[in-house]
């Protein structure tokens, strides 16, 4: 996660204390962007780039799985002919 992301979602967490604690918000805007990187880093996200690559990476091997299966079954075939 890029740190404008949680620039933001610090930000808007900041603008819905109510008013007596906006007193307090760059404080309480620091520790957001703390436990809030804290949680993201222990949910073992990805990007949506990581994501795209392994999908990419997945769908090679799945295709490539489906031929050698195929050939798999002409071997048999060939083999149970003779």
Same mark, same amino acid.
């Given at each position: 996660m890029d740190k404008k992301f949680f +620039? +933001?979602?610090s930000a808007r967490l900041? +603008?819905?204390?109510?008013q007596n604690l906006k007193e307090m918000k760059k404080d309480i805007?620091?520790?957001f962007r703390v436990v809030l990187q804290g949680a993201f880093?222990?949910?073992d996200l990805v990007t949506r780039e990581e994501f795209d $690559?392994?999908?990419k990476v997945l $769908?090679?091997?799945r295709k490539k799985i489906e031929n050698l299966e195929a050939r798999i079954k002409e071997l048999e075939k060939i083999v149970e002919e003779k």
């Open positions: +620039d +933001d979602l900041c +603008d819905a204390l109510p805007d620091k520790n880093a222990k949910m $690559a392994q999908t $769908a090679r091997s």
